[in-house]
Structures are given as structure tokens and as C-alpha cells.
């Protein structure tokens, strides 16, 4: 079935750089998702782009969708210890859209 | 959005017996999702529920290790039968949106020795 690759799997950066995740599939996505896991919680949903191209901002964050709806990144500007957590792309497929997750990237902020 | 409850919320159990997991929403849901998370892994779904009927499997997973009930639309348990200590990872359940996202339970974190 279809899979999406994350990278890096680990980032480890210091408080205030940037840092950003690569989301890539072999195969056209109609959506990519994005969510948060904390340490020792459960994912959350951060924002779903659905568009060719298309690019969406939360403060800190900015999340694009590739041209040829294969690739997305997750980008953060000025990293804080409450970036701390797992990064995971996802994508929905099927009539009642079940939700396939790639790998994760895992983000450390040294303070 | 939608809140999520399971029971338990962690469990330490022996192999060869069984545990069974509850996932409570607070509103009417037609699908009900079953994750497994193994440490440091990512999500991978186990089976989609459906009230009124069989549940969807997944390939890997089958109806006799993970039997799942859906007796309405706001509850739906997941059973780890016969466990291993390959079984021992988070179990999230989800609900999705009208706008697809998928809202998580706070996982049961099983333990198999």
C-alpha cells in the first residue's frame, strides 16, 4: 500500500533555530495531514492541506504541498522547548478516509 | 471536535491471556478507528468499526487477535487476545471530523511479559 517517508528521523536543535520535516510519498496524495505527538501523549491534529502547491501558516509554523501533491514539509521558525515532540505527516485514502501515518520525525529543543 | 475516553489507561498483563480495551466518544460517530503504536514507532491502523457491522481489517491483523465490538455509535472496545510480548504498545482509538481530521484518545499503554 501506499507509504510516505519522513526526514530527518531525529532533529535535535538549540532553542530559537529553525527547524523543518520532509514528507515524501512514491505515489500522488489527495491530502497530507499533520500532526503533533508530545512525549508520552497522543497525536493531534495540526492542519490538512488538500491543494497542489498550496502553503497554510500557524504563527511559528508553515506547512506546504508540493506541486505534484508527492511531497510536504512542516517548518518552524525560532524553535521553543514546546516544539518538543514528534512530527508526523499523514494522508487520508478510501471512502470513509483512513488515515495512513508516515515514520515521524522526532524533534529535541535544547534550551 | 470530539473527546475521547479508554479504559485503561495502562495495563501490565501475562502472555497467553487477553485484554480488552474501551474507547468512549462524546458524540455520535459513524466510523470508530483502531491504532497500535509500538515504542518509538509510529501509528499503524489496526481496523476501522462500523456500527452494524463487521469490523475492517487491516493487513497484518486479524479479526481472531483483535476481535472489536461496536455495539452503538459512541463506544467500541478492542480485545488483544492471547498476547505476546510483541503485543506490548499503545493502543489509540480515533474518531475523524467532518472536516476528516482524526481526533485520538489518550491511548491505553499495555505491557506484556
Not at chain 1, 500522488?28 to 508530545?38: A, D, E, G, H, V
Amino acid at each position: 500500500g501506499q507509504q510516505v517517508m519522513q526526514i530527518p528521523q531525529y532533529q535535535h536543535v538549540q532553542e530559537g533555530e529553525d527547524f523543518t520535516t520532509y514528507c515524501n510519498s512514491s505515489t500522488t496524495l489527495s491530502n497530507i495531514q499533520w500532526y503533533k505527538q508530545r512525549p508520552g501523549g497522543h497525536p493531534v491534529f495540526l492542519i490538512q492541506l488538500v491543494k497542489s502547491g498550496e502553503v497554510k501558516k500557524q504563527k511559528r509554523l508553515t506547512f506546504q504541498f508540493g506541486e505534484a501533491k508527492k511531497n510536504s514539509s512542516l517548518h518552524i521558525t525560532a524553535t521553543q522547548t514546546t516544539d518538543v515532540g514528534t512530527y508526523f505527516c499523514a494522508f487520508g485514502s478510501g471512502g470513509y478516509q483512513k488515515v495512513t501515518f508516515g515514520t515521524g520525525t522526532k524533534l529535541q529543543v535544547i534550551p | 471536535s470530539a473527546v475521547i475516553s479508554q479504559k485503561p489507561s495502562r495495563d501490565i498483563c501475562q502472555r497467553g491471556t487477553s485484554l480488552t480495551i474501551q474507547c468512549q466518544v462524546d458524540s455520535q460517530v459513524t466510523m470508530m478507528f483502531w491504532y497500535r503504536q509500538q515504542p518509538g514507532q509510529s501509528l499503524t491502523l489496526i481496523a476501522t468499526a462500523n456500527q452494524g457491522s463487521e469490523a475492517t481489517y487491516e493487513s497484518g491483523f486479524v479479526i481472531d487477535k483483535f476481535p472489536i465490538s461496536r455495539p452503538n455509535l459512541t463506544f467500541s472496545t478492542l480485545t488483544v487476545s492471547n498476547m505476546s510480548p510483541e503485543d506490548s504498545s499503545i493502543y489509540l482509538c480515533s474518531v475523524e471530523s467532518s472536516y476528516n481530521e482524526q481526533f485520538f484518545g489518550p491511548g491505553t499503554r499495555l505491557t506484556v511479559l
